[in-house]
């Protein structure tokens, strides 16, 4: 029997295999029948130090319909942070008013800290470009239900593999899954030794490009990203990749014909609009995908299903 009650999600190393499954099992319930009304009396915070669109309002959706109501800010300069409080006293303060917490901060490592500061459990919702273990469980959602198997996937990873933390969280994720990495990104923007070590430990291969042409034409699926702007230190070195990879439909001739794209979306212009119209492209539902998901998850960790 799994139970995920009051589990905090950090890391998305802190659910395994089985776990993710089972959350995914759930949100599939939840496509099928999404209002259930069975988080009524129960307080969700929802505090976002950093900016957002899909994460916020796809957890504030999640809880809706699940019937529970919603507290939080979603910008920092609403909440007593800028009046010096610390993070500490704000989780502290937050956790007498609510029954779960789901945080995003742009610093790495401080839902983490919330969640040891808490009494009640802590979602994170991104922390600096360490993870977003969420954003995660819906990519995992969006490809087994477009592939019908998370198994032997080649998958292609394409952008900014350094600061991106849904790149993170999914390559680690895709290691149980004898999946086969194709990353493409410019030399500045790699993906971090310690998350390729991953990769070797489980006896997985990937394969590196800075052209994305030959990734897409092996991948069942392609993960876009943004090349994020927030990121950069030096505004020069964003300059010098901003349009480092620009994926238009005239390149989708040879890819396998289930070939989905995903996207974590915002985009810039790293996807053009004549591809949203193709059957490659699936951010969109992928973006729905996280409706489900989140109420999965929210009803596992409150003890609800
Ligand atoms: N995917 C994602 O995290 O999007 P938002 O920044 O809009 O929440």
Same mark, same amino acid.
């Given at each position: 029997?799994? %139970?995920?009650? @009051?589990?905090? =999600?950090?890391?998305?190393?802190?659910?395994?295999?089985? +776990?993710?499954?089972h959350?995914l099992?759930?949100?599939?319930?939840?496509?099928?029948? *999404?209002? /259930?009304?069975?988080?009524?009396?129960?307080?969700?915070? !929802?505090?976002?130090? +950093? *900016?957002?669109?899909?994460?916020?309002?796809?957890?504030? %959706?999640?809880?809706?319909?699940?019937?529970?109501?919603?507290?939080?800010?979603a910008d &920092?300069?609403?909440?007593?942070?800028?009046?010096?409080?610390?993070l500490?006293?704000?989780?502290?303060?937050?956790?007498?008013?609510?029954?779960?917490?789901?945080?995003?901060?742009?610093?790495?490592?401080? %839902?983490?800290?919330?969640?040891?500061?808490?009494?009640? *459990?802590?979602?994170?919702?991104?922390?600096?470009?360490?993870?977003?273990p969420?954003?995660?469980?819906?990519?995992? #959602?969006s490809?087994? @239900?477009? /592939?019908?198997?998370?198994?032997?996937?080649?998958?292609?990873?394409?952008?900014? =593999?350094?600061?991106?933390?849904?790149?993170? %969280?999914?390559?680690?994720?895709?290691?149980?899954?004898?999946?086969?990495?194709?990353?493409? $990104?410019?030399? $500045?923007l790699?993906?971090?030794?310690?998350? @390729?070590?991953?990769?070797?430990?489980?006896?997985?291969?990937?394969f590196? #490009?800075? +052209?994305?042409?030959?990734?897409?034409?092996?991948?069942?699926? &392609?993960?876009?990203?943004?090349? /994020?702007r927030?990121?950069?230190?030096?505004? /020069?070195?964003?300059?010098?990749v901003?349009?480092? #990879?620009?994926?238009?439909?005239?390149? =989708?001739?040879?890819?396998?014909e289930?070939?989905k794209?995903?996207?974590?979306?915002?985009?810039?212009?790293?996807i053009? @609009?004549?591809v949203?119209?193709? !059957?490659?492209?699936?951010?969109?539902?992928?973006?729905?995908?996280?409706?489900? &998901?989140?109420?999965?998850?929210?009803?596992?960790?409150?003890?609800?299903?």
């Amino acid at each position: 029997m799994i %139970s995920l009650k @009051k589990r905090s =999600l950090i890391s998305i190393t802190d659910f395994n295999t089985e +776990e993710y499954l089972h959350i995914l099992s759930m949100a599939k319930d939840f496509e099928k029948t *999404p209002i /259930q009304n069975i988080a009524e009396g129960r307080v969700i915070a !929802t505090l976002f130090f +950093e *900016p957002s669109t899909r994460t916020r309002l796809s957890f504030e %959706s999640a809880a809706n319909k699940l019937g529970a109501k919603i507290i939080g800010f979603a910008d &920092v300069n609403n909440s007593s942070a800028t009046k010096g409080e610390s993070l500490s006293d704000t989780i502290k303060t937050v956790a007498n008013y609510a029954d779960l917490i789901i945080m995003r901060h742009s610093l790495e490592g401080a %839902s983490r800290w919330a969640s040891e500061v808490a009494d009640i *459990p802590v979602i994170n919702a991104g922390d600096g470009s360490n993870q977003h273990p969420t954003q995660c469980l819906l990519d995992l #959602y969006s490809i087994k @239900k477009t /592939q019908k198997t998370l198994d032997n996937l080649h998958v292609a990873m394409v952008g900014d =593999l350094k600061y991106g933390r849904t790149v993170h %969280s999914l390559v680690e994720a895709m290691c149980n899954f004898n999946t086969t990495f194709h990353l493409v $990104s410019p030399e $500045s923007l790699k993906l971090p030794s310690a998350v @390729k070590i991953l990769i070797k430990e489980r006896k997985l291969t990937y394969f590196q #490009y800075t +052209e994305m042409q030959e990734a897409l034409d092996k991948a069942d699926i &392609v993960y876009m990203t943004r090349v /994020q702007r927030e990121r950069f230190v030096d505004i /020069q070195d964003y300059e010098r990749v901003k349009n480092a #990879y620009l994926l238009d439909k005239s390149m =989708l001739n040879n890819v396998k014909e289930n070939m989905k794209i995903l996207h974590p979306l915002p985009r810039v212009n790293e996807i053009n @609009k004549d591809v949203d119209n193709t !059957t490659h492209a699936y951010y969109f539902q992928q973006a729905l995908n996280g409706v489900y &998901v989140r109420q999965a998850l929210i009803a596992s960790i409150l003890g609800l299903k």
